[in-house]
């Protein structure tokens, strides 16, 4: 639990402007960082100790201290593994998603349980680049410098990408991230360009030693969505070759816009939302609300102005409502103010529970005309099973982050049956 009530509101207050894409959607070509380029005050000279976290299985690595700093340099050396969470150079008892117990506990609707195994893929056919959220929740400005303690990077990895290693080679790499107190500060844009050269690093490195033509899904969440956002404008949008590989990206809990009532046009001016589950080369964007808790007026924000808040319903893409395929819900936390403790009503042993056609799912316009993905209940007539998640919570207040945290868990089986049916369209 946190120390104190008013500690939990000053987070929700600074997560949501997370959640409302604080120095918006994507960057703009042609900022640079004002960082030092030497390493000398950075992790940009980290280097592995040869051992494995046995709680994480990533490699710990040597850093700063946990103060925040304004002078980050980008890292250097992403061709090593160790400066990434998932990689497929890395053993795999050090490689966080593939490592970790990902065994789900289904929840029927008979009030039985079911347990459901995870399956990594033995060949997979296509590639993963995926970038976590605000994990860093320190409140001066700054970034996160020290990698010494990575569980908090876990909650956000395990919860979003590490299951679909069901399909693809996972790559997940770490990057001096924003603390969430930047947002509203006058350093913001300054230190997210230069968060963003990590990134960048990480993805020319991809580029270079992993790619080999090969098909790929690019997805992040909030600051890793801004983050897989500028990559999507600045590096795959300009390049015919990338997006013709482009599988699609998922882009969730941001400021990702289009025009109203097009599918494109926005954000990324030529690669559009997604319309089927076959469509290839493009967008699912969404913010998730609870249906009776919509948003405020003003709680959400394009990142264009005059624009609409993107929604892409992943359990009916060609629009309506559909009950989510699968909502995987943690039963584990390794920061409660980002990822609270879920009370499931019963003892459980393993570290996820799935349930199934559960919740309803479909795109709704808020009081300001944005639109959201609404999350209803909507169990058959005979379903003994009751909502978990309480979404009268404070972190879910609809004035401030809604269900933002869980944007991945209530719709996790459809995002992943769409990654299975974009790899089938191309051919995989």
Same mark, same amino acid.
């Given at each position: ?104 506990? #289904? ?81 913001? #844009? ?53 997006? #013709? ?32 589950? #076959? ?150």
């Amino acid at each position: 639990m946190l120390a104190s009530a008013s500690r939990l509101l000053v987070v929700v207050a600074l997560l949501a402007a997370v959640a409302c894409g604080g120095g918006g959607g994507g960057g703009t070509a042609g900022e640079t960082s004002t960082g030092s380029t030497d390493g000398s005050a950075s992790a940009a000279t980290t280097t592995t100790s040869g051992t494995t976290d046995p709680t994480t299985g990533v490699a710990p690595t040597t850093g700063t201290s946990g103060e925040a700093s304004t002078t980050g340099a980008p890292l250097e050396g992403y061709d090593d593994p160790a400066l990434w969470l998932c990689h497929p150079d890395k053993p795999v008892e050090a490689d966080a998603c593939l490592s970790a117990d990902l065994t789900a506990t #289904e929840l029927l609707a008979d009030g039985g349980t079911a347990i459901v195994e995870h399956t990594i893929a033995a060949a997979p056919a296509f590639d993963c680049f995926y970038v976590y959220p605000t994990v860093d929740i320190r409140f001066q400005p700054g970034q996160t410098e020290s990698f010494d303690d990575l569980e908090q990077e876990l909650d956000p990895l395990l919860n979003q990408a590490a299951r679909f290693t069901s399909m693809c080679r996972m790559f997940a790499p770490l990057y001096h991230q924003v603390t969430i107190g930047t947002y509203g500060s006058a350093e913001l #844009e300054t230190l997210l360009t230069a968060a963003y050269q990590d990134v960048l690093a990480a993805f020319e490195s991809y580029l270079e030693r992993h790619a080999d033509g090969r098909p790929l899904l690019i997805f992040g969440h909030s600051q890793g969505t801004y983050m897989t956002t500028r990559l999507l404008q600045e590096v795959v949008e300009p390049d015919p070759a990338l997006r #013709e590989r482009l599988l699609a990206a998922i882009l969730l809990g941001g400021s990702f816009s289009v025009p109203f009532d097009t599918q494109a046009g926005g954000t990324l001016p030529t690669i559009p939302l997604c319309e089927s589950a #076959e469509q290839l080369g493009c967008v699912v964007a969404y913010r998730t609300y609870a249906a009776e808790l919509p948003p405020e007026p003003g709680s959400q924000a394009p990142d264009i102005a005059g624009n609409d808040v993107a929604c892409t319903n992943p359990a009916a893409l060609g629009g309506g409502s559909a009950r989510a395929r699968g909502a995987f819900f943690p039963n584990f936390t390794h920061q409660e103010a980002v990822f609270p403790k879920i009370d499931f009503g019963q003892a459980i042993d393993t570290p996820f529970v799935i349930m199934r056609d559960f919740y309803g799912l479909s795109c709704q316009a808020d009081v300001d005309g944005e639109h959201y993905l609404a999350v209803a209940l909507e169990p058959d007539a005979d379903d003994v099973r009751t909502n978990p998640v309480d979404f009268t919570a404070p972190l879910f207040a609809p004035g401030f982050l809604g269900l933002h945290v869980l944007d991945y868990n209530f719709a996790l089986q459809d995002l992943l049956d769409l990654a299975a049916a974009k790899a089938a369209a191309a051919g995989l």
